[in-house]
């Protein structure tokens, strides 16, 4: 069973998230922000890491930098999830990103980028 962790100040984002990816075969582990998801993905390091952008103190820029640069966690696929209208796809791929999602979603969608 892959290990997935979820990054993400949303609660109802974690909830659902949590509860479709449970049902699809994944173990979740959450982060509710970037400093604890910098923290637990260096602990744990899960298998796939989805990671919101617009998140306070840390952003999700910042946390991908973080993990790209750390030799424990470099290789870990990272999924950018974002609400942003704008196409920013190019500066997450710039800065490592295996993924990109504007929400809201589909969750076919999204299934389909964690699964590359």
């Keep these: 069973m892959a290990r997935l ?14 509860a479709k990816l449970t049902d699809a075969g994944y173990q979740i582990l959450q982060a509710r922000d970037g400093k604890e998801g910098l ?21 999700g820029l910042s946390v991908l930098k973080h993990l790209k640069f750390d030799p424990l966690t470099e ?6 999830m974002t609400a942003k209208g704008e196409k920013l796809e190019g500066v997450f791929k710039m800065e490592g ?12 969608d999204l299934l389909e980028q964690v699964k590359k």
């Design 5 to 18: 962790l979820l990054i993400d100040d949303d609660h109802d984002t974690m909830r659902i998230l949590e």
């Design 39 to 59: 923290e637990r993905a260096r602990l744990i390091r899960p298998d796939i890491i989805l990671l919101d952008v617009m998140m306070p103190e840390l952003d």
């Design 75 to 80: 290789s870990i696929p990272v999924v950018i």
């Design 97 to 108: 990103a295996a993924g990109y999602l504007t929400k809201p979603f589909v969750f076919a």
